[in-house]
């Protein structure tokens, strides 16, 4: 009776032996889990995004004491920036940074209104804030989890045919925009014709005369030369686009407390990094566009209101299409101001 008692009992220890190595993960291996986060974007590797990227990455594995390993794939190797954004939405791929800004929330159109940021300052105010908070809440309904997000690059227009001082000025402009519902809507207003054209082939077209003019960020304008074939540019920041980054929901909402914490901190530490890099990058830009024989032109604050006073049909038009709220936009203006 003994010896089956005994063999019934090394029996029962056997199988809760086996049990526990077949689960593969013990109390104290589930706290030790590591987690790898690879993040996709198409930008180069010298580019303000991939070294604040970099900067997120540098934290998160330290902080963490490498249970987060960060792998970052820049320069488009995992694809175009829509194929790497559903890639992130299914959970194959753990962060993206980039647009298209809809398919994350159509709420970032609130920071793609003309005329609302003075800097990029007034931006992160933004960020920041309440309202920054709900567009990134907002992106949770698609499976999307926004960590934070910074300056993307604010835009000035250039041209061939005047000085722009005013919206009078851009009456009858030809400019070249990317279809981008906002920038079309923003030049419409202002009274220029927007034309569609490739970004590669945006050089000849200025150099030949189909497009008159163009709106960029000053790293575009420099990087592709546009300056060599443009006489004058308004340094005006009508457009701050936002540096958005990503991760899976799924996935964030997989990690411990204190790792989503550690990604949380560490986005932040990638905006503060992307910021100052573009801030630098952009001084060195606009004395390349300066002497590269570019008339710059800085409109007044008073002029700036002349401007955003054009472009409130803009604001009514996606108001209109239910893609924010008027108390939406307001909060956003608030916020910015430092209100």
């Not at 925009?177 to 419409?188: D, G, L, Q, V």
């Not at 996935?251 to 990094?273: H, M, Q, T």
């Not at 606009?286 to 604050?301: H, N, S, V, W």
Request: aromatic share 10%; charged share 25%.
């Amino acid at each position: 009776m003994r010896k089956g008692f005994v063999l019934l009992t090394c029996l029962l220890l056997l199988t809760s032996f086996t049990f526990a190595q077949g689960t593969g993960e013990s109390p104290t291996n589930a706290a030790d889990k590591a987690y790898t986060i690879k993040i996709g974007h198409c930008f180069t590797a010298e580019s303000p995004r991939n070294i604040g990227l970099l900067e997120f990455k540098s934290y998160v594995e330290k902080t963490s004491n490498g249970k987060l390993k960060v792998e970052l794939y820049p320069n488009s190797v995992l694809g175009k920036e829509e194929d790497m954004q559903e890639s992130m939405k299914m959970g194959n791929l753990e962060g993206f940074v980039g647009g298209p800004f809809d398919s994350e929330t159509q709420k970032l159109n609130l920071i793609l209104m003309p005329f609302f940021f003075k800097d990029d300052a007034a931006l992160m105010r933004v960020s920041h804030s309440t309202i920054g908070q709900a567009i990134r809440d907002d992106a949770q309904k698609n499976g999307i989890k926004i960590l934070a997000f910074g300056n993307g690059g604010s835009r000035q227009i250039t041209n061939n045919v005047r000085p722009v001082k005013s919206p009078a000025d851009m009456k009858g402009l030809k400019l070249r925009t990317p279809s981008m519902e906002s920038i079309i809507e923003c030049m419409k207003a202002l009274g220029a014709n927007p034309v569609t054209i490739p970004y590669a082939d945006t050089y000849m077209a200025l150099k030949t005369g189909v497009a008159d003019g163009q709106e960029n960020p000053l790293a575009n304008i420099g990087d592709m030369k546009f300056y060599e074939v443009q006489k004058y540019m308004t340094y005006i920041n009508y457009q701050f686009h936002p540096e958005v980054l990503c991760m899976n929901l799924k996935f964030y909402n997989s990690l411990p407390e204190d790792l989503r914490k550690i990604c949380d901190d560490g986005a932040w530490k990638f905006v503060d990094k992307l910021n100052t890099v573009r801030r630098n990058m952009d001084k060195d830009y606009y004395a390349m566009i300066e002497k590269g024989g570019c008339q710059i032109y800085t409109p007044t604050d008073a002029e700036l209101a002349v401007f955003k006073k054009a472009c409130e049909p803009v604001y009514q038009h996606f108001i209109n299409k239910g893609t924010f709220t008027r108390e939406e936009l307001n909060a956003v203006d608030k916020a910015a101001q430092g209100n």
